[in-house]
């Protein structure tokens, strides 16, 4: 797990949104694995910025979400779908069919599962995956649990979650459940970038970088990976150990 502490988020975005700029002018039909929440936005933003001045294209990539909010139609403001669309996709040149979600009003949430296992099967496994860091330490919506999961599944959104996200729902209660990606699907990727700033991950971070690795610290499985660059800020940084390289 390689640990960068940054400045701020908008060098965390450029630092992490050149990775995936960088990735795709070597791989045009890369898989990516995205993330939603406040702290993919500068990456997001950096990504589109390169777009903008021509120095990348996006028209073969594939994306995978990690997740996606039960209860809400895909189209609804605050689905991870339209802040995708909103933050990213409606800004560079990604074919939209080759946009890929988990669909949080499925029926059938295996069946859903089985649907997004094999369609990531077979774009050829994920390359490279953006995640955030909840405050109780989820990744995608893998809250603290009993055992890790393994491929995608509906998930029984925590209150500490519930808290962090219900801001932004003004006009429909915020769902209890989502679909998320499961820990065996997400450490399946090749390569994994970790971003997380603010105070308010501290804890998280902490946990996920020194704790014990198990599945009531989700993101500890992290430390298992082959392939891991975390950026931090001072703040999200602040309570680790030893502090990691700046630069
Ligand atoms: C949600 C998302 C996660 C994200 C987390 C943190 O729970 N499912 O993928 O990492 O929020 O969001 P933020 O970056 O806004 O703190």
Do not use: W
């Amino acid at each position: 797990m390689d640990i960068k502490v940054l400045a701020n988020p908008q060098e965390i975005g450029a630092a992490a949104g050149k990775i995936f700029c960088d990735f795709i002018r070597n791989k045009p039909d890369a898989v990516f694995g995205l993330a939603t929440g406040m702290t993919p936005v500068p990456t997001y933003e950096y990504m589109a910025n390169e777009y903008a001045k021509g120095n990348v294209s996006f028209k073969k990539l594939t994306s995978f979400n990690l997740d996606e909010y039960c209860e809400l139609p895909r189209e609804h403001k605050n689905s991870f779908y339209s802040f995708m669309v909103d933050n990213l996709f409606s800004k560079i040149d990604l074919d939209h069919k080759n946009i890929n979600f988990l669909d949080g009003n499925a029926a059938d949430p295996a069946a859903e599962s089985e649907r997004y296992a094999n369609a990531i099967k077979a774009a050829g496994g994920i390359d490279i995956q953006l995640l955030g860091i909840g405050r109780n330490g989820h990744i995608g919506f893998n809250e603290p649990a009993d055992e890790f999961s393994d491929e995608a599944f509906k998930v029984k959104l925590t209150d500490s979650t519930i808290q962090a996200n219900s801001v932004y729902f003004d006009d429909v209660p915020m769902p209890r459940y989502a679909m998320t990606m499961g820990i065996g699907s997400i450490v399946r990727a090749r390569k994994i970038i970790m971003i997380a700033t603010g105070e308010s991950k501290a804890e998280a971070v902490k946990k996920m970088v020194e704790g014990e690795i198990n599945a009531q610290n989700p993101a500890s499985v992290l430390r298992n990976h082959p392939d891991v660059t975390v950026f931090l800020d001072r703040e999200a940084a602040s309570l680790l150990s030893k502090s990691p390289e700046s630069v």
